[in-house]
C-alpha cells in the first residue's frame, strides 16, 4: 500500500488516543511516522479492536513506563500477560513508582545518614570525619531522603527547606535548584541505577565536592554496566514478539515462556503483539543512539 494510501486511512482515525505514536521515542508527530506504524494505525480501522486491546495498547512502552524504571521488567511482563488474557488491569512501571525495596534502601540510606550527622556509624562507605560541613549535607540528604517517603510534597517542601537553611557551600550545591543532586535523585528515585547514585551522594559528601547524578536518560547509559539484564530483556523478548507473529516454532526456553504469555493466534493478539513489539524497537533504537551501537530489527512490512 502506498504512504497516499496510508495517509488516507490515517485521516479516518486520526483523533484516536491509540495513534499517538509521538509519546514514544524518536516519533514527534505523524511526519516521523514510518510505513510500520501507519501500517499498525490502518489495523485499527480495519480490525474493529475491543475496548480491551485499546487499552492494553495504550500500556505499552513509552514516556512515562520507560526502561530505566525500576519496575519496567515486571511492567512489561504484565503487558504480555493482558494480551494473553485478553483484558487490561493496572500496570506497574510508571515513572514515580517506588516499590517496596526502594522505600527500605531510602530508609535505611536516609536516617543511617541521620545517625552518622551524630556520630554514629556511616550507612556505607567511606564518609570521612563528621566536621560541620560534612555533617550538614549529611542531615540534609538524610532528612529528603526520608521526606520522599512521605510523599513528592513533603520532599518538595524539605528541599525548599534546606535550601533555606543551608549554610554550608557542599549542602547548597546539593539542595538549590532543579538540577541539583538531591532533587535529581530523589524526584527520579524509581530509577533502576538508585543505589549507585546514593553511593555518588556519599562520595560526594566524604570529598566535598556535589556527585553527578545519573537519572533518566543518563541511567540508560550505564544500564550495560550496572544492569545488562534489563537491555537484554528488551532485545529477547522482541525477538520472541516477532517469531510468534511469524508462526516460527519457539527456539529457546524464554521464546517459549513468551509465547505462552501472549497465547494463541488471532488477528486481536496479532495487532498487539506487533504494536508492543514495535514499542520495543523505538526503545532499542533510542537506546542504540544513546550508546553508539548499531542493530537490525525485522521491519513488520
Partial sequence: ??????????????????????????????????????????LVEELELPRWALSVRDLMPRWGFEP???????????????IGQGKAFPRLGGCGELPLATRATLKGWGEGLLRWSRGGEPPGGELGPADPERAEAARAAGEIALALLQGHAALDGALERW?????YPLTQALVEGEDAPLAMLLRHACCFNLEANLARVLRGIAELSPPEI????ASLREAEELDSGRISLL?????????????????????????????EHDRVRGWLVASLYKSLKLWLQYLDKLTGERHRYPSLV
Avoid at 502506498?2 to 486511512?9: D, M, N
Avoid at 529477547?236 to 497465547?263: D, F, S
Fill in 214 to 217: 545519573r537519572v533518566c536518560r
Fill in 1 to 42: 500500500m502506498s504512504f497516499s494510501v496510508w495517509g488516507t486511512v490515517m485521516a479516518k482515525v486520526s483523533e484516536k488516543r491509540i495513534l499517538e505514536w509521538w509519546e514514544a521515542p524518536g516519533i514527534d508527530g505523524r511526519e516521523a511516522f514510518d510505513e510500520e506504524i501507519l501500517y499498525l494505525n490502518s
Fill in 68 to 82: 530505566c524504571s525500576h519496575l519496567f521488567p515486571a511492567g512489561l511482563e504484565q503487558v504480555l500477560v493482558m
Fill in 235 to 263: 532485545r529477547l523478548t522482541a525477538t520472541a514478539l516477532i517469531g510468534w507473529r511469524q508462526g516460527r516454532e519457539p527456539a529457546n526456553p524464554w521464546e517459549a515462556y513468551v509465547y505462552g504469555l501472549v497465547g
Fill in 163 to 167: 535550601a533555606e537553611k543551608a549554610r
